[in-house]
């Protein structure tokens, strides 16, 4: 078996174990399991590239002399195509929804409030992030009210709308999208208890979750966060995973391209 189809292999079944990976290692399971297959394939499609000299006829040669050099390129074309109408589709839908909240919302400092009694707290818009509460959120005690709002702010400052849109590139499951959101939260909380005690952030976010008991993934996300909050989950976050992703880089172009240039693999 050729370096390039032992690579290709190799993509998939990192892509494939990603459903093994429990929750509190989320962070590498992304790193590994999504972000080098999309390496791999990308510095194998493009060595191809380069040895073909971007021409037709370049690229017409190493496809005979490489099968999977087609293969590798529509697998390209198909990536371009859905990640760009995935992202289009939730930007188009995000832009109308932070049209309609900010056009029934009346602007209180840095917030906009909707005229609801329903405990509505959220961010609308990618570059310019803005925090949208409810009048339900004003009608909390002072102390609810705050953490509610600095909640939200803090979403805001780090762009997380952004980062959810920008997530779309590792062609995440639904899993992955709904465990990233967790995810986020979880870091917020962990900046929450820099302010907040463990107990004031666990009652005021059961509040919530009360107001949307049929929310997608919202049982799952509240115990997670539950259970953080409690002590009985702790999230890795080791720099080890950066490490591993920086090393598997220049390995991986180094296989690719000797092997290639070697004439291994067609072998």
Known sequence: MSVGITLIVLAILLRAAGRFVPFYAFKERILVTRVVPLIIFFILL?????????????IYVMVQMFPE??????????YV???????VKIYTLSRRLEREALSNARRVGDVYVL???ELVALNVGFFRPRVVISEGVLSLPEQERELVMEHE????????????????????TEKDREDYRTYLEIRNDSHMLNRYTPRDLAYT???FSMAYPGGT???????RRIEFLSGEMRIFNLKGSEILVMVLVPLI???AYTSCYMDLCIK
């Open 253 to 255: 172009w180094y296989l």
């Open 217 to 223: 993934g919202m049982a799952t996300s509240l115990r």
């Open 205 to 207: 976010l059961v509040k």
């Open 153 to 172: 702010r803090f979403h805001a400052r780090m762009k997380d709308n952004l980062r959810l849109l920008l997530f779309e590139l590792l062609l995440p």
């Open 46 to 58: 493009g060595v191809h590239l380069v040895h073909s000299h971007f021409t037709l006829t370049g």
């Open 115 to 117: 005229p609801f009694k």
């Open 81 to 87: 195509l859905y990640v760009s109408y995935r992202m």
């Open 69 to 78: 050099f087609l293969l590798l390129m529509l697998l390209g074309v198909a």
